[in-house]
């Protein structure tokens, strides 16, 4: 069985309340929610918030009815995984054996269904422990990052032997996208975070996995979901 998962907090700094701002006339949560509740091959879609009207709303679309998360799991210092072990603990008691962990990131609307069904084969393909969907970097760590030394001057991050003096030259270096996670649903129990274990990329083009975490993502999104929109 298949789950899919979205979780969702109601608190949010940097753009308040975005996880049920409108988007293009709905919801942001809903562009992920549909696309979990329209695929064919998730069995059950739950909804992991805080949030009342958010899991009001996930209920009336047909979602798992979980609960609201615990207290301990609504807060700033709150990890994706301790909220991903929750709710696949609560779908194992409501559904039964879980065989692949789906989490969509719902500040991630600008992926195509295809993302979710490349992540999928990915996952029972290679049986790693996780698909984590990642882009390549803006910014490369061997060449264009730097950070301060013990006397506040600029060096690059991570400096190779002689330099490297072109981006072509640097060890290709991937961005964790925050938009498609498969999991294995034993590796989720028996581990403390994403990376304890085998994580696989699946690459996604940067313009599908934009994430939004500031007014001017939110703009930038809903300028390029104009833009396909309207073709």
């Known amino acids: ?28 949560i809903d562009w992920s929610l549909e696309q979990l ?28 009815e979980m609960g609201l998360r615990p207290a301990e799991l609504a807060t700033d210092m709150a990890g994706k995984w301790g909220v991903w072990q929750h709710s696949l603990s609560r779908a194992e008691d409501l559904v039964g054996e879980v065989t692949a962990f789906l989490d969509l990131d719902c500040t991630s609307p600008l992926r195509d269904m295809e993302d979710i069904d490349r992540a999928l084969d990915a996952f029972f393909d290679a049986k790693p422990d996780m698909i984590m969907s990642c882009t390549e970097a803006r910014k490369n760590p061997y060449f264009n990052l730097v950070e301060p030394d013990e006397a506040g ?39 403390k975070g994403l990376f304890e ?33 309207n073709g």
């Open 1 to 28: 069985m298949i789950v899919g998962h979205i979780g969702v907090r109601k608190g949010s700094k940097g753009v308040p309340g975005k996880n049920f701002r409108d988007l293009m006339g709905k919801p942001l």
């Open 37 to 64: 509740l329209a695929h064919p091959r998730v069995d059950v879609v739950m909804v992991s918030t805080d949030d009342e009207r958010i899991y009001e709303h996930s209920l009336t679309k047909g979602c798992l």
């Open 153 to 191: 001057a600029l060096r690059i991050s991570k400096p190779l032997p002689g330099g490297v003096v072109a981006r072509q030259q640097a060890p290709t270096v991937w961005e964790h996208a925050a938009s498609t996670y498969v999991v294995d649903p034993s590796y989720l129990k028996r581990s």
């Open 197 to 229: 274990g085998r994580v696989l990329p699946y690459l996604m083009p940067p313009e599908r996995c934009l994430d939004i975490d500031s007014e001017l993502d939110f703009k930038i999104v809903e300028c390029l979901m104009e833009e396909r929109e």
